[in-house]
């Protein structure tokens, strides 16, 4: 796979550049050597992150408190308190998952996961271009490996601002990804979909106005990406929803592949995205602490509603 980014041969020569190229990978090092390991292993050294995690994330975990009550107000303060427990346990252990997911050597069995429904993404494949419709789960980036053992495709991302960790995450994906696409690169994304194609996409961020319409999702009025159409549209593509759960007991991650959408994209924007949205919102109930809570999901609010991070 040919690398997406290419950085300044002049900024790379920069002695602060190149200190910090070198910090970098040797901080990488024993991460990428733990990826080799048993993926339990791998979660066993990890996890311990997760209270340091908290503590240098304050910001973001005052984000996942307050995410937890917009979307859980029938909770009492203590079973949101033991979500958000689970979450950072979630999110360390993703940090070697991820290690795994990029470094592992050969093929992932069944001991580390499955993919689930793969007869709906023959059926839908069979029509053309697939667009497979996910969300930011903890497991996300091991489901990845997963499914590129039984599914071929590209994926839809921001790079990173730090090269290294860019041209590390690069190479790791290039095992079970086919390439990657910037999401800004909307003439390749329609080209490789109306080509018969395969993208793996997770929009569940909130892109702001220019780029979103407000859609339901637990009930509030959210920004929700309005790529996920005209994806689906321009790319002549099935919409096919895919979500990665992790049994908290074993460890093994399930790739669940669901039918695809029928009549997709409609005459109605709204109803469609809010299609996506209740698809999401019924496997984020079932599981809360595996999602991706650090985002501020509902930072864009319809004219004269305040801000939901700031009282």
């Given at each position: 796979m040919k690398p997406l980014l290419k950085h300044s041969p002049d900024a790379a020569r920069r002695p602060g550049a190149r200190i910090g190229a070198l910090v970098t990978r040797a901080l990488l090092a024993p991460l990428m050597w733990l990826g080799r390991c048993r993926l339990s292993a791998v979660r066993r050294v990890t996890r311990p992150l997760a209270w340091p995690m908290r503590l240098a994330m304050r910001r973001r975990v005052a984000v996942v408190r307050r995410n937890l009550e917009l979307c859980f107000p029938e909770l009492g303060a203590h079973d949101r308190a033991q979500i958000e427990h689970a979450h950072f346990l979630h999110l360390a252990e993703a940090v070697g998952e991820i290690s795994y997911a990029w470094n592992h050597r050969g093929p992932v069995d069944e001991s580390v996961g499955t993919v689930q429904g793969l007869e709906h993404y023959a059926a839908a494949r069979a029509d053309g271009g697939v667009l497979l419709l996910t969300a930011h789960v903890t497991c996300l980036e091991l489901a990845a490996r997963i499914l590129g053992g039984h599914v071929r495709g590209h994926g839809l991302y921001r790079p990173l601002r730090n090269p290294v960790?860019?041209?590390?995450?690069?190479?790791?994906?290039?095992?079970?990804?086919?390439?990657?696409?910037?999401?800004?690169?909307?003439?390749?994304?329609?080209?490789?979909?109306?080509?018969?194609?395969?993208?793996?996409?997770?929009?569940?961020?909130?892109?702001?106005?220019?780029?979103?319409?407000?859609?339901?999702?637990?009930?509030?009025?959210?920004?929700?990406?309005?790529?996920?159409?005209?994806?689906?549209?321009?790319?002549?593509?099935?919409?096919?929803?895919?979500?990665p759960l992790k049994d908290p007991l074993s460890g093994r991650i399930a790739v669940c592949?669901?039918?695809?959408?029928?009549?997709?994209?409609?005459?109605?924007?709204?109803?469609?995205?809010?299609?996506?949205?209740?698809?999401?919102?019924?496997?984020?109930?079932?599981?809360?602490?595996?999602?991706?809570?650090?985002?501020?999901?509902?930072?864009?609010?319809?004219?004269?509603?305040?801000?939901?991070?700031?009282?």
């Open positions: 960790l860019e041209a590390l995450q690069q190479r790791g994906r290039s095992s079970y990804a086919d390439g990657m696409f910037m999401r800004d690169d909307l003439r390749g994304i329609v080209r490789h979909l109306r080509s018969g194609g395969v993208l793996w996409y997770a929009p569940d961020q909130d892109l702001g106005p220019d780029r979103c319409e407000f859609a339901p999702f637990f009930g509030i009025e959210t920004a929700t990406a309005r790529a996920i159409i005209d994806l689906a549209r321009l790319g002549r593509a099935r919409v096919v929803p895919m979500y592949l669901e039918p695809a959408f029928d009549d997709f994209p409609s005459a109605d924007p709204v109803a469609d995205l809010a299609r996506y949205n209740a698809f999401l919102e019924r496997w984020v109930r079932a599981h809360p602490a595996q999602y991706w809570w650090l985002h501020r999901r509902f930072k864009t609010r319809p004219e004269g509603q305040p801000d939901r991070y700031h009282s």
